[in-house]
């Protein structure tokens, strides 16, 4: 379904650890219309939802809702450090076209409705 790395397991697990709601969080991951290649992908912090699919990974738990599962099924979320500072990245192997700042995308099946770039 989706993976982490544990670089990305491990600072979601520091970002969740700081809440005080930290045994209910998890991180979702979710796909909405938009960007210079027509689909956007989104990283929050949420709590579970009726209709989502969990997996917990590394101690992580990772939320996607049903519409957002099609276009990320087999996707892996990494965390890497840069000199401008770190970052969430997702390798999709769904994408079949990627904006330049990695965080927008179209799969062969759906275009979405591109924005001006990012």
Same mark, same amino acid.
């Given at each position: 379904? &989706?993976?982490?790395?544990? $670089?990305?397991?491990? @600072?979601?697990?520091?970002? &969740?650890?700081?809440?005080?709601? @930290?045994?209910?969080?998890?991180? %979702?991951?979710?796909?909405? *219309?938009? *960007?210079?290649?027509?689909?956007?992908?989104?990283?929050?912090?949420?709590?579970? %939802?009726?209709?989502?699919?969990? !997996?917990?990974?590394? +101690?992580? $738990?990772?939320? &996607?809702?049903?519409?957002?599962?099609?276009? !990320? $099924?087999?996707?892996?979320?990494?965390? @890497?450090?840069?000199?401008?500072?770190? +970052?969430?990245?997702?390798?999709?192997?769904?994408?079949?076209?990627?904006? *330049?700042?990695?965080?927008?995308?179209?799969?062969?099946?759906?275009?979405?409705?591109?924005?001006?770039?990012?």
């Amino acid at each position: 379904m &989706i993976t982490l790395t544990e $670089k990305a397991a491990s @600072k979601v697990r520091e970002i &969740i650890s700081a809440r005080e709601d @930290k045994d209910r969080l998890a991180l %979702r991951l979710y796909v909405q *219309g938009g *960007g210079c290649s027509g689909l956007s992908y989104g990283l929050a912090l949420d709590y579970a %939802r009726e209709d989502d699919n969990v !997996v917990e990974i590394d +101690g992580v $738990k990772v939320l &996607i809702d049903p519409q957002s599962l099609r276009f !990320v $099924k087999g996707s892996e979320i990494d965390y @890497k450090e840069a000199l401008m500072g770190g +970052g969430f990245a997702i390798n999709n192997p769904n994408a079949v076209r990627t904006c *330049g700042c990695g965080s927008s995308f179209r799969t062969a099946d759906d275009e979405g409705e591109p924005d001006t770039c990012c």
